[in-house]
């Protein structure tokens, strides 16, 4: 009676293992189902001196070479300063501005839609903050400092999803265990 208990239990942390697997995929799936914008140039809020001649997004996956489009534009009037068809390069997209753009200073959009590497069109956008060099009060460093810095997507990392699936696999196999012991003791009664 005792061995058959056993190897009950045993079944039933096999399934829980299973079911916990299971989940930990599906959970992880809408994390890498599109790509994200992992870096930025400008960096992504970032306050610049100097007005972009190229724009760079560094995506987590490789974009398809389909249907890509981005766009700059003016936060403060929606104005449109460029839209157009980006270079593609391995993860990186890229695009040169035209220099007759009118820059004033202010907010700047970044928008983008692109194919993402699953073939699903995904859409986002980065800003940037130009600050005129002659209306600037000594922040020079900031527009260095920017540049370096890498713009990190926002999102669940996989250490994050990873934990969560092995505290979700520890739980059920847990639960396993108890409702097959109880099963176990009821059947003996």
Same mark, same amino acid.
């Given at each position: 009676?005792?061995?058959?208990?056993?190897?009950?239990?045993?079944?039933?942390?096999?399934?829980?293992?299973? #079911?916990?697997?299971?989940?930990?995929?599906?959970?992880?799936?809408?994390?890498?189902?599109?790509?994200?914008?992992?870096?930025? %140039?400008?960096?992504?809020?970032?306050?610049?001196?100097?007005?972009?001649?190229?724009?760079?997004?560094?995506?987590?996956?490789? !974009?398809? =070479?389909?249907? @890509?489009?981005?766009?700059?534009? *003016?936060?403060?009037?929606?104005?449109?300063?460029?839209?157009?068809? !980006?270079?593609? %390069?391995?993860?990186?997209?890229?695009? $040169?501005?035209?220099? @007759?753009?009118? =820059?004033?200073?202010?907010?700047?959009?970044?928008?983008?839609? &692109?194919? /993402?590497?699953?073939?699903?069109?995904?859409?986002? *956008?980065?800003?940037?903050?130009?600050?005129?060099?002659?209306?600037? @009060?000594?922040?020079?460093?900031?527009?260095?400092?920017?540049?370096? =810095?890498?713009?990190?997507?926002?999102?669940?990392? /996989?250490?994050?999803?990873?934990?969560?699936? #092995? &505290? $979700?696999?520890?739980?059920?196999?847990?639960? /396993?265990?108890?409702?097959?012991?109880? *099963? @176990?003791? *009821?059947?003996? =009664?």
């Amino acid at each position: 009676m005792k061995g058959q208990c056993v190897r009950s239990t045993w079944q039933g942390v096999k399934f829980a293992s299973i #079911g916990a697997l299971t989940g930990l995929f599906l959970l992880q799936q809408p994390v890498v189902a599109h790509d994200v914008v992992i870096s930025s %140039n400008p960096q992504d809020g970032a306050k610049v001196t100097e007005f972009p001649t190229t724009v760079e997004l560094t995506f987590s996956g490789i !974009p398809k =070479k389909d249907f @890509n489009t981005v766009a700059l534009s *003016r936060k403060s009037d929606s104005t449109v300063l460029y839209r157009g068809e !980006p270079h593609l %390069n391995g993860q990186v997209v890229s695009f $040169t501005l035209p220099s @007759n753009i009118e =820059k004033q200073a202010g907010e700047y959009l970044i928008g983008f839609q &692109i194919t /993402s590497s699953d073939g699903h069109s995904t859409k986002g *956008r980065t800003t940037f903050t130009y600050v005129d060099p002659s209306q600037e @009060n000594g922040s020079s460093e900031v527009s260095a400092e920017s540049k370096l =810095k890498p713009t990190t997507s926002e999102g669940l990392s /996989s250490t994050v999803t990873f934990a969560a699936g #092995g &505290i $979700t696999l520890i739980a059920l196999a847990i639960v /396993s265990i108890f409702l097959v012991a109880r *099963r @176990n003791s *009821r059947k003996g =009664k």
